[in-house]
């Protein structure tokens, strides 16, 4: 009862919350532990350097899988499983764009996860640049039997990525014969930028549909402004394969006092096809797990159970997310934290929260033994698409750790997303952060209020 009203009611003295102090020795032992040296950063380049990219339904997928099953064991994590969920198959296959007119030139490209493809001989047309669905419609009468270019600049990854979704979608309602957009980055070397798209129901034909960096999208708009037709050839032999067995993998620290009562925190293990799904979100997946894996090395086992989980196909279906949820709905209600890494460890990061004003106190206290690693500031926003299923469901409050959104997002589903662009002791941060944030979650007398 004192604990429980220490908790609720005492206000902070001079950013020391009296409440926390059964907690802070721990809590720095965490701290200085993941931070001693580059383990984690050396986890995220195993991951990434012996698997490779890990597509949904791929080899590397499952090897990986495989391998996480058995590091976990080897690290000591508890209950460690599968859980099985099938996940769809999308195969890439070859892809090439040239430009057939004016003089020929190679256009770098990536077909959109989802995209159907060409014809063997591909798709020659000329292109129609539009700035945006506006546009599109403006231009209606122009699109039919051509080759649609959304030139939409970036703003921000939630905006622009409708036109990567639904492009193809937008331009064949025009009687267009296929669709290209922009990358949806803020800048890029020349970079495409793959991801999911979806036809929607099947009222409009489906068109083949790719990716091209900023670079050729603001060529052929020039080139075009200047009233040169320019004609494009697209081959794609993308395609659908049956559905195929895949893996949530989960490791856990059985709760001493309450182990039914859940702290979960996770990232997705799948990945794009074309990097090595180092950001995206190889690093998210070892600074989570680190959290059990820090809390084994040092003993420390709190009243609460702490659950990784390493989600199966968040890209391209979010059944693993989804699987969470329909196999653990029995339990839902008690999982009494669900954290996400899914947006990179690039500097500045932060930690942030969404759920009630209850429990956004308690945790902006916790923070407050973050100050050491810069992160003691909560933000707003809190979530992630693998944890969002069971979240809803139990109305369990979410948080998130999250890189700087311009660095993430430069690299995000690209050739570019390795291992070498992450800082060793960004990835100790995150998951030093991570770690002594749940731990105090879990360890703590009363459950964070919903
Ligand atoms: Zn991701």
Redesign the pocket.
């Known amino acids: 009862m004192l604990l429980s009203l220490a908790c609720a009611a005492l206000p902070s003295a001079q950013g020391r919350p009296a409440w926390l102090d059964p907690f802070r020795a721990n809590a720095a032992k965490i701290i200085s532990t993941a931070t001693a040296d580059q383990f984690a950063w050396d986890r995220v380049a195993e991951l990434t350097d012996t698997y490779g990219q890990r597509i949904s339904g791929s080899d590397n997928l499952g090897r990986a899988i495989a391998w996480a099953v058995d590091t976990m064991k080897a690290d000591g994590l508890e209950n460690v499983r599968t859980e099985r969920v099938m996940v769809p198959k999308w195969v890439r296959g070859a892809e090439s764009l040239e430009i057939t007119n004016p003089p020929h030139h190679i256009v770098p490209l990536l077909g959109l996860g989802g995209s159907i493809a060409t014809p063997p001989a591909g798709i020659e047309a000329e292109v129609l640049v539009v700035a945006n669905s506006e546009e599109l419609t403006r231009r209606s009468a122009e699109a039919k039997g051509k080759i649609v270019l959304f030139n939409v600049p970036y703003t921000n990854y939630g905006e622009t990525v409708a036109y990567r979704s639904g492009g193809a979608r937008m331009a064949a309602q025009h009687g267009a014969v296929a669709a290209l957009v922009r990358s949806v980055g803020p800048v890029g070397l020349r970079t495409p930028h793959t991801g999911g798209m979806n036809y929607g129901d099947d009222t409009v034909a489906k068109i083949p549909t790719a990716a091209i960096a900023v670079e050729d999208a603001l060529r052929i708009q020039r080139l075009t402004g200047r009233g040169i037709k320019v004609r494009l050839r697209l081959k794609m032999e993308a395609h659908f394969e049956p559905d195929v067995e895949s893996f949530n993998v989960v490791g856990e620290i059985r709760g001493s006092e309450k182990p039914d009562e859940i702290v979960l925190v996770g990232?997705?293990f799948d990945?794009w096809d074309p990097g090595t799904?180092a950001s995206?979100?190889g690093v998210?997946c070892i600074v989570t797990w680190e959290a059990a894996r820090l809390m084994k090395k040092l003993n420390i086992r709190p009243k609460r159970t702490l659950r990784v989980v390493l989600f199966t196909n968040?890209?391209n279906g979010l059944r693993g997310g989804n699987g969470y949820r329909d196999q653990h709905a029995a339990e839902a209600a008690n999982h009494i934290l669900a954290l996400e890494s899914?947006?990179g460890v690039f500097a500045p990061s932060r930690l942030a929260f969404s759920g009630s004003a209850a429990a956004r106190a308690m945790v902006a206290d916790i923070a407050t033994l973050l100050a050491p690693l810069g992160l003691q500031d909560i933000g707003p926003g809190g979530g992630g698409?693998d944890i969002g299923p069971i979240a809803t469901l139990g109305k369990v409050p979410m948080m998130a750790y999250s890189g700087d959104d311009t660095k993430y997002f430069t690299i995000?589903h690209t050739p570019a997303d390795t291992v070498d662009r992450i800082a060793p002791a960004e990835v100790s941060k995150a998951a030093a952060a991570i770690a002594a944030m749940v731990y105090v979650v879990a360890d703590m007398p009363q459950a964070l209020p919903k």
């Open positions: 990232c997705h990945s799904g995206d979100d998210g968040e890209e899914d947006s698409a995000h």
